[in-house]
């Protein structure tokens, strides 16, 4: 053998040595035939697409590469092959997503359109000097309560600062200058969401985005919080989510309003008529979709029960007590185990998948500060005979050694069942070991991530060092009201695209691990698991049927 001969095969040993280690690899050798075909084809698309695509300059975007910043390269990949085909993947489970932040910004909107009683003011008038910077606010009223003054419009010279006019009036009267109805509409999308100068110019640092990320979400929160609106946001939600591929949702909700605003203007609907409308509307779903053969599409939804991290002990108190009142209460729609099982098809809604502390980790309080309520939390689960299991957000930051950084150790220690982001879980090799033996899985987020500015595109996350290191991981979208990422398949896209290694197999992996590591129970886990594996399979010889439309 040459020297040239043995280098090369020092080389491919080495190279499939370490790749060995992946912890999408385990299942290499069980890949049908039809699953390698897939994947050739996907790898093919991918090489394409980006000599063809990305390669080339575009007039608003001068340097495209595959995984580039999200927003500003999210019309390009709508154009590809890939994305195309990615679309139709079963993603499995969605089990990072704020229920109130999740539906299309757009589809929010026309749904607040529906409602007379949603009002609106702005702090001044609307014109071409003020729509930039202006930040109006949403308030249901009472019925037949309407505006104080008669003001019929936001935008005309003599508007009385604050005075609140009807949502539908304030649309259709917005001023010509300013775009009329769409001009409106573009105004308040753009309230919503985050705009790529946002992102990548004017708060481009982790921050500041931060700042503009609150605000999205305070403006929206209303029209979420409105419930005689909720249950329809419930409905498109799902609908959404399940049109993308998801076929099991964990949906976190913030229980910190303790109180939804009800049809007749007041703070007055408890956190109990949240989980019974949430069951009512995947029931309903769910029945829709049995009568078109189609029942598996939406396995369940659970919901994990959230408040904001800045709350007193006392307050911490309250909510944990809440929690566990409503798990004893909807023992199926909040996650964790459950002492009946109703048959051998799963349940369809459950109260809590768990319990987590949601907010800027940077800025607010951290797990210890909460060290003594949580571990009362626990104790009083076990004298319930309860099971709520903490699932925390943990280490988004860039931070090291920060309290942000070192909520993965308290996560940790408290037994959290899996890390939401784990950003920062690259820097301590002991606890990624942790995470991989005992099966922590970390919820990625990674459009999320690149729009927080915690990475400045895909290329950079540190997603491969969690799959090179064996550690379980989910793909999950995070907020996509905010980040206009709907469903699984903008982000599916972005790590597939970033990446020579990863792989349309890969992302079977993925989608398989968010399912093993739910909180559904073993039977319940099955179920989802061969339903799952089904629609895959039957994805995969598509994809192999069409390879010449590809």
Not at 187 to 212: F, V
Request: net charge negative; hydrophobic share 40%.
């Amino acid at each position: 053998m040459s020297s040239l001969d043995e280098y090369s095969t020092n080389r491919a040993a080495l190279i499939a040595e370490d790749r060995a280690l992946r912890v999408d690899h385990a299942r290499a050798a069980t890949h049908t035939t039809a699953e390698l075909q897939a994947d050739a084809i996907v790898r093919r698309i991918r090489k394409e697409e980006e000599e063809a695509i990305w390669a080339k300059e575009h007039d608003d975007v001068p340097h495209p590469f595959p995984g580039m910043e999200f927003l500003t390269g999210k019309h390009i990949i709508l154009k590809t092959k890939l994305f195309k085909l990615l679309s139709k993947m079963p993603k499995g489970a969605l089990l990072h997503a704020h229920l109130d932040i999740t539906v299309n910004s757009k589809s929010l909107l026309e749904l607040a359109l529906q409602y007379p009683t949603i009002h609106i003011c702005a702090p001044t008038s609307i014109n071409a000097a003020t729509i930039s910077s202006v930040s109006p606010e949403f308030k249901p009223h009472p019925p037949g309560l309407s505006s104080s003054s008669g003001a019929l419009s936001l935008s005309v010279t003599d508007y009385i600062p604050n005075t609140w006019i009807p949502l539908q009036t304030a649309r259709e009267n917005f001023a010509p200058s300013l775009g009329g109805k769409d001009g409106f509409d573009t105004w308040i999308l753009g309230k919503m969401s985050i705009t790529p100068s946002e992102a990548y110019i004017t708060h481009n640092n982790n921050i500041r985005i931060w700042d503009k990320f609150r605000e999205a979400i305070n403006f929206a929160r209303p029209l979420v919080y409105y419930f005689p609106l909720f249950e329809k946001y419930v409905k498109t939600f799902l609908l959404e989510t399940v049109a993308d591929g998801v076929s099991y949702i964990e949906a976190r909700i913030n229980f910190s309003p303790k109180y939804m605003v009800g049809e007749d203007g007041q703070e007055n609907v408890p956190h109990r008529e949240w989980l019974i409308t949430i069951n009512k509307v995947a029931q309903d779903l769910k029945q829709s979709l049995k009568e078109r053969g189609c029942e598996d599409d939406l396995i369940g939804i659970r919901i994990i029960y959230t408040i904001i991290r800045d709350c007193s002990l006392s307050e911490m108190e309250w909510y944990l007590e809440d929690c566990l009142a409503l798990k004893k209460e909807f023992p199926h729609l909040i996650a964790g185990k459950c002492t009946v099982v109703e048959s051998t098809t799963p349940f369809l809604t459950s109260l809590d998948a768990g319990f987590d502390l949601v907010g800027d980790e940077n800025i607010l309080k951290p797990l210890i500060d909460y060290i003594e309520p949580l571990l009362g939390f626990q104790k009083r689960q076990k004298e319930l005979g309860l099971d709520v299991p903490f699932i925390f957000h943990g280490g988004e930051t860039c931070g090291d050694g920060t309290k942000a950084d070192v909520n993965l150790y308290d996560a940790i220690l408290l037994g959290t069942k899996r890390i939401g982001h784990g950003f920062s879980l690259v820097k301590h090799p002991k606890l990624m070991q942790i995470c991989r033996e005992k099966g922590i899985a970390i919820e990625v987020c990674p459009i999320s991530n690149e729009i927080l500015r915690l990475t400045a595109s895909m290329t950079m996350h540190p997603l491969p060092i969690l799959l090179n290191n064996g550690v379980p991981v989910a793909l999950s979208s995070d907020d996509p009201t905010v980040f206009q990422n709907m469903g699984l398949s903008f982000d599916f896209f972005q790590v597939l695209a970033a990446s020579e290694v990863t792989s349309l197999l890969t992302l079977g992996h993925l989608a398989r691990d968010s399912i093993t590591y739910s909180t559904l129970e073993d039977i319940q886990k099955a179920y989802a698991l061969a339903a799952w594996e089904k629609r895959w399979t039957t994805y995969v010889q598509a994809i192999v049927a069409l390879d010449g439309a590809f």
